[in-house]
């Protein structure tokens, strides 16, 4: 299972558009934006991407739109079996088409932002982090279950941090035998082929919203992130024990900002142990 990083985004728009026409729902969406009243670094879904007739993705029809719809492609890359392409409008607004073959969204950032970014424009770490989870519980005939899954962690460029509509860096932070839930990141605003050092979120999964949340005072998106860990309680029955972190930027570095956890029992859940391979 490769990478936890994962962006789930609610469309605001009823539509849904063909691959193809991707372009043009794009130049359509700007032409009716209002860049003066428009906020810098907002990020809309503007459109869904319907399901693809076939496991192939051809973006062979949709990038020769481009051209006439005067968009040009400023970053193009693959994460998994998804296809990102990020294009920048004659009047500097930005959209971003993400795709699989279960179909995909636009996201349209009108008003680039430009932060102010700490510290020097470093390396990204190239981090790949791998470990086994080994998962026992009982199901609810009552049959015993023995499961291991590997999971592999990698440095992923999939949200846009400071609202410039270009996505940026998260690398995974974790010692031997973290378990997935257990798994911070370190947040690098991209530029060109380095990027700047924001301090380290998490851990947990994040929140459905996170590449959408509005941009705060200090120039860069809060996020939430939720973490789920399974333990055996004081009886048979296990606990899931489950904690909410909240962080923001202050100062040009990331901190955490609130912290909520609740424990409640879990009759069929699993427990579960990590081994780095």
């Not at 193809?20 to 869904?48: C, N, P, W, Y």
């Not at 605003?189 to 990027?195: E, I, K, L, S």
Request: net charge positive; charged share 25%; hydrophobic share 40%.
């Amino acid at each position: 299972m490769k990478a936890l990083l994962l962006l789930l985004v609610p469309s605001l728009a009823a539509a849904e558009v063909n691959l193809d026409d991707a372009g043009k729902a794009i130049s359509d969406a700007i032409a009716k934006v209002d860049l003066k009243h428009a906020k810098f670094g907002e990020t809309l879904t503007i459109d869904s991407i319907a399901p693809l007739p076939s496991s192939m993705i051809d973006t062979t029809k949709l990038r020769t739109s481009f051209a006439g719809l005067r968009l040009k492609v400023i970053d193009d890359r693959t994460h998994g079996n998804k296809i990102i392409i990020t294009v920048q409008a004659q009047n500097n607004a930005r959209a971003r088409i993400e795709v699989e073959q279960g179909g995909g969204t636009i996201l349209l950032t009108a008003r680039p932002a430009s932060p102010t970014l700490p510290g020097k424009c470093v390396a990204i770490p190239d981090v790949d982090y791998r470990v086994n989870v080994e998962s026992r519980g009982i199901d609810q005939s009552g049959k015993r279950g023995l499961n291991t899954t590997t999971f592999e962690l990698a440095t992923t460029r999939i949200f846009d941090v400071d609202g410039d509509g270009l996505i940026d860096a998260f690398v995974p932070v974790a010692k031997k035998h973290t378990c997935p839930e257990d798994v911070k990141y370190r947040v690098f605003v991209v530029r060109g082929a380095c990027g700047h050092d924001l301090g380290v979120i998490g851990p947990g999964e994040f929140a459905f919203d996170a590449g959408t949340t509005a941009i705060d005072a200090s120039g860069f998106r809060p996020f939430v992130l939720t973490a789920e860990k399974t333990q055996s309680g004081s009886g048979v029955t296990p606990e899931m024990k489950t904690t909410v972190r909240t962080f923001a930027a202050k100062r040009g570095k990331y901190a955490q900002t609130e912290i909520k956890t609740k424990t409640g029992k879990c009759h069929h859940c699993s427990t579960w142990s990590c081994v780095s391979p």
